[in-house]
């Protein structure tokens, strides 16, 4: 039988912590998922059991200050310790790109993407794209209404918005080559398509690459999350 990733949460507030620039930002770190018992039945090699690293990543314009096992994948690193959730887990392998973020402008699936290799980085999340949902990707989305359940549209927005910076005016075939590996279980593939081509015509390839820098900091603040006390 093969072996079901685990969701965010399994490394919890247990293995790992944030400690961001800002201490009255602190939120109280949650529970995992999972909860001990799950934890206990995590073998001893398994990452959330090893010895976590220092190490700064850069969200949205943030610097954060992470304590993490260094092959902790970013979309952990982003929802339970950066408290960004946004960015959804789906199927943890790689293939449904419901995790998608952007690594130094280029689209990445934060669910197999260690933590460690991304130092230096500029990730830009879900959160980062826009301070309240008015780039022009975002803004196709609500006028051609793309969204049915939900789930896999921030990975497909910024798949999109990664065409977008890279092909100003993508044809049909750029389009379906660039979401291919972006699984949509609602069918909305034709409704992506047209806001994709609207998002065009509303200028997002120049929005997006100015989205990072225009981000306030207090909008997405580092967070502290407190250690294991037991
Ligand atoms: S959750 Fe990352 S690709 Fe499916
Ligand atoms: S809108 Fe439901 S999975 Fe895409």
Request: proline share 8%; charged share 20%.
């Amino acid at each position: 039988m093969p072996i079901r990733p685990r969701a965010p949460g399994v490394f919890g507030k247990h293995r790992a912590r944030c400690t961001g620039r800002s201490p009255s930002s602190a939120r109280k770190s949650r529970p995992s998922r999972y909860g001990d018992a799950a934890s206990a039945r995590v073998g001893s090699n398994h990452p959330s059991r090893r010895q976590g690293i220092r190490m700064k990543l850069n969200v949205n314009g943030i610097e954060h200050d992470i304590d993490a096992p260094p092959d902790m994948p970013l979309l952990w690193a982003l929802r339970d310790l950066i408290h960004l959730t946004g960015t959804k887990f789906g199927c943890g392998i790689a293939q449904c790109g419901a995790c998608t973020v952007h690594v130094d402008g280029s689209p990445r699936r934060a669910c197999v993407t260690p933590v460690s290799t991304l130092e230096g980085k500029k990730i830009l999340t879900i959160e980062g794209l826009s301070k309240d949902g008015s780039h022009p990707v975002q803004r196709a989305w609500a006028e051609i209404d793309v969204v049915q359940c939900g789930y896999c549209q921030s990975g497909q927005i910024m798949s999109a918005a990664a065409l977008l910076a890279k092909i100003p005016a993508p044809s049909d075939t750029d389009i379906d080559q660039a979401l291919s590996g972006n699984i949509c279980r609602c069918g909305t593939y034709p409704r992506i398509r047209a806001a994709v081509k609207r998002a065009a015509e509303l200028g997002a390839g120049h929005a997006i690459a100015a989205a990072p820098s225009d981000l306030p900091s207090m909008l997405l603040p580092s967070v502290t999350v407190p250690a294991r006390t037991a």
